[in-house]
């Protein structure tokens, strides 16, 4: 692989359930970040990590939680999903301070 | 905190027209600035970027300035073509508190008709 992937690609899930987003990069960086898109509202950062070992919250973060083991792996949880984390969730990690950052493919998440 | 701002779209162009999507952005201290692009069905793709003032970013025929006294990083294309047609977010790169973070605006969705 190389950059980010992430999966599912896309998953419809029954509302209440437990899921878990998975994210892995192999550049090495430091920093991830989970996203989610929403028609209107752009993109709006749920967590982050700076490191492996510790994590931060964004704009929206109830509802969901992250972990951050080892530097490869961002995965994002929801506990017991809501049709309003209905969304398209993207996994980014910048390169360092001013330089860009790379997208995974996005997760289309649709809770029913 | 920081924050960006773009213009509200859709935007519907005929090729070779030009196009101009405003960004403004408030930040402290001193961000990088970005254009993301998102086709349809895919993830973003970074278009071009600028990371200090009066820098200009290019890329693909796309333009923009980072315009420091203005706070702004407007995207300019001088003819735009029917493979144009995406989404464009504006984005900012910087500190809160001691994290690094990228900031972005709603999206503006250009339409390019023949």
């Known amino acids: 692989i190389a950059g980010i992937t992430q999966a599912p690609t896309s998953q419809i899930l029954a509302a209440g359930r437990r899921m878990t987003l998975r994210c892995t990069q192999d550049?090495?960086?430091?920093?991830m970040y989970w996203y989610r898109q929403d028609l209107g509202l752009g993109l709006r950062l749920i967590h982050y990590?700076?490191?492996?070992?510790?994590?931060g919250k964004g704009e929206v973060p109830d509802g969901y939680s992250v972990s951050r083991a080892n530097t490869d792996d961002f995965p994002l949880t929801l506990a017991s999903a809501v049709p309003s984390q209905t969304s398209v969730y993207f996994c980014?990690?910048?390169?360092?301070?001013?330089?860009?950052?790379?997208f995974g493919q996005g997760t289309r998440l649709t809770v029913v | 905190g920081n924050s960006v701002t773009q213009m509200e779209g859709p935007v519907t162009l005929s090729e070779e027209a030009f196009l101009t999507i405003n960004c403004t952005y408030t930040?402290?201290?001193?961000?990088?600035l970005f254009w993301y692009v998102q086709y349809p069905g895919e993830g973003l793709q970074l278009l071009l970027k600028?990371?200090?003032?009066?820098d200009k970013g290019s890329n693909k025929g796309f333009e923009a300035t980072y315009r420091k006294e203005t706070t702004s990083f407007h995207l300019e294309k001088g003819s735009v073509q029917v493979s144009d047609s995406a989404v464009y977010f504006c984005?900012?790169?910087?500190?809160?508190?001691?994290?690094?973070?990228?900031?972005f605006g709603t999206g503006t969705r250009l339409q390019v008709t023949l």
């Open positions: 980014a990690t910048p390169t360092g301070m001013n330089t860009e950052a790379f």
């Open positions: 550049m090495r960086h430091n920093a």
């Open positions: 990590s700076n490191t492996a070992g510790t994590t």
């Open positions: 930040a402290t201290g001193y961000p990088s």
């Open positions: 600028a990371t200090k003032a009066d």
């Open positions: 984005a900012l790169l910087g500190l809160t508190g001691t994290a690094s973070k990228l900031t």
